[in-house]
């Protein structure tokens, strides 16, 4: 298992992670800003977040791995290939979440779904609809980068390799204005 040091090491080499003084574009100032994308550039990174990631539902009998398009897609992929079982994702059509491509889900088949990043888990809850209108079990939640602060819960095993909450502050409370510290570029 990776350890978090790892973890965030990945994250911060593959600038997921960014540490600075930054203005967001609620107009709130903050010191780290996260774009979870960044990591899914590497295959290499990829397949080791995930890797661990399937290792933590390894004793579940898992049929499917699914994700709600598009961060999600290589996610399942990657531990889907792990578990040797098939990878699916979900799309909007008209903003409701669906399974289209032909991509079907049998019945009691157990399903395991994936996400790279989670702030509310809108997403994610929607996906579990999907899959339960297809008579298929939610038998678990696998998450790259949980940043709920570990606030969000699903009604099944959650895993997410990495938990967060970042702060940020309206500008005349900024600790870095107040340093006087240089604001960081975004890119
Ligand atoms: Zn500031």
């Known amino acids: 298992m990776l350890e978090q040091k790892e973890i965030l090491e990945i994250f911060r080499e593959t600038k997921v992670i960014r540490e600075g003084h930054f203005r967001l574009t609620s107009g709130r100032h903050s010191r780290v800003v ?10 290499k990174f990829t397949e080791r977040l995930c890797e661990d990631l399937a290792r933590r539902f390894k004793g579940l009998e898992l049929h499917a791995v699914i994700a709600p398009a598009i961060g999600g897609i290589i996610v399942a992929y990657e531990v889907a290939k792990i578990l040797g079982i098939r990878a699916l994702f979900t799309e909007r059509e008209d903003g409701k979440m669906t399974l289209k491509r032909g991509f079907i889900l049998e019945e009691d088949e157990n399903v395991l779904v994936v996400e790279d990043v989670i702030k509310t888990g809108g997403s994610v809850f929607e996906v579990m609809d999907v899959v339960r209108e297809h008579g298929a079990n939610v038998c678990g939640v696998g998450i790259l980068v949980d940043r709920s602060g570990g606030k969000v819960h699903f009604g099944a095993k959650k895993e997410a390799l990495y938990t967060t909450e ?22």
Not at 34 to 43: H, S
Not at 167 to 182: A, D, F, G, N, R
Request: proline share 12%; hydrophobic share 30%.
């Open 34 to 43: 996260m774009q979870c994308a960044q990591v899914l550039q590497y295959p």
């Open 166 to 187: 970042v702060e940020t502050w309206e500008p005349e409370h900024c600790p870095l204005c107040h340093e006087e510290v240089p604001f960081s570029t975004r890119r």
